[in-house]
């Protein structure tokens, strides 16, 4: 394999409409299309070959960094294959790498199956929109959905921090700087404290990892910003409970004021497979923070969070059994998918008898 051959894969992995490429040494390439791995027809990858196209991708820094380091990630325009994040890794002492593909365009709202509800979210003035999530689930996505239609519509200064980014923004209506970790900034962390005297109206955290980035976006949703955030979390009481779960003592109560304040709404979404197999749907759960949901969370009681779900559809809200059961009646899904997903499948069940 040669850089031509690298060239050739990325190329043909878009014509898949495949989300991801894997370069792993001891098998052929392999293209994630619809959630599923595909093995190319093709010879498999030696340790060289794939170590070659690695190197083909880094510069001499982070050359360095991976050397030091043994994991990268990192943003990239590509020739044949527009921008793409690629993530290196050691296996057996030798690099492999994956590819994601990130795509030319936004969908739409309607491509995207987001609901409504979402919209008006992101035309809050201030505030914390959560993204959650399993990784693969369209998270970034979704972000960048919000990112765009707050650029197409409001005359504002949109931050955002990224590791790495994966879609540029072009200036609309607002003006977008887009800040990559260890390019443009050092961490998460010190982004986040010194975003705030860059007179934002938007702050756009890639990730919320740890205590520090929590507080520091709590902190600026409850001090006129808009905060849009993303968390790597299966469902929506999951995410409050990490969110909370990160602080201890006395500063763990002040995160919950801070959060029952703060939050304006979370998705919690997932990518399944449709019932034709050709393409992935979108399910998810959403809450909108009523007075009801602010109660909740300031009174610890995330373990009625489903019962106000239920009881706020009229507010937007949406429990991910129902969405499951309204994908599968519309035939996106198949039964046994939304039966596999939900978190009671006793309830779908009757539903359906």
């Known amino acids: 394999?040669?850089?031509?051959?690298?060239?050739?894969?990325?190329?043909?992995?878009?014509?898949?409409?495949?989300?991801?490429?894997?370069?792993?040494?001891?098998?052929?390439?392999?293209?994630?299309?619809?959630?599923?791995?595909?093995?190319?027809?093709?010879?498999?990858?030696?340790?060289?070959?794939?170590?070659?196209?690695?190197?083909?991708?880094?510069n001499d820094q982070q050359k360095r960094k991976f050397e030091e380091e043994w994991e990268l990630c990192i943003s990239?325009?590509?020739?044949?294959?527009?921008?793409?994040?690629?993530?290196?890794?050691?296996?057996?002492?030798?690099?492999?790498?994956?590819?994601?593909?990130?795509?030319?365009?936004?969908?739409?709202?309607?491509?995207?199956?987001?609901?409504?509800?979402?919209?008006?979210?992101?035309?809050?003035?201030?505030?914390?929109?959560?993204?959650?999530g399993p990784t693969g689930a369209g998270k970034t996505t979704t972000l960048n959905y919000l990112v765009d239609l707050i650029n197409s519509e409001r005359r504002c200064k949109i931050v955002t921090i990224e590791d790495p980014i994966e879609f540029v923004h072009e200036n609309k209506r607002a003006i977008v700087v887009q800040q990559e970790v260890l390019i443009d900034v050092r961490s998460f962390n010190r982004a986040l404290i010194h975003v705030l005297r860059q007179d934002p109206d938007v702050i756009v955290v890639g990730e919320m990892r740890d205590h520090e980035a929590i507080s520091t976006a709590l902190t600026a949703a409850e001090t006129g910003h808009l905060v849009l955030a993303t968390m790597h979390s299966p469902n929506v009481p999951h995410a409050l409970e990490r969110i909370i779960g990160v602080f201890e003592g006395s500063a763990q109560r002040q995160i919950v004021l801070q959060l029952s304040n703060a939050l304006q709404g979370i998705i919690a979404q997932d990518l399944l497979p449709a019932a034709d197999r050709t393409r992935r749907v979108l399910a998810y759960e959403l809450v909108v923070a009523t007075n009801a949901v602010r109660n909740l969370i300031r009174e610890n009681q995330l373990h009625l969070l489903e019962n106000t779900l239920q009881t706020g559809r009229k507010d937007g809200m949406v429990l991910m059994d129902n969405c499951l059961y309204d994908l599968y009646c519309r035939c996106l899904i198949s039964y046994d998918t939304a039966v596999s997903r939900a978190r009671h499948p006793d309830r779908i069940s009757r539903q359906r008898a």
């Open 76 to 132: 990239l325009l590509h020739r044949a294959a527009g921008r793409v994040r690629a993530t290196f890794y050691r296996r057996n002492g030798h690099p492999e790498l994956s590819v994601r593909f990130c795509g030319s365009r936004i969908p739409s709202r309607e491509e995207l199956g987001l609901p409504e509800k979402i919209d008006d979210l992101a035309r809050k003035p201030n505030g914390l929109v959560l993204i959650t």
């Open 1 to 58: 394999m040669n850089n031509h051959s690298l060239d050739r894969l990325l190329a043909a992995a878009s014509q898949y409409d495949a989300s991801d490429l894997h370069l792993v040494a001891g098998v052929p390439p392999a293209f994630r299309v619809n959630g599923e791995i595909i093995i190319a027809d093709e010879d498999a990858l030696t340790e060289t070959e794939v170590a070659q196209m690695a190197d083909s991708l880094l």
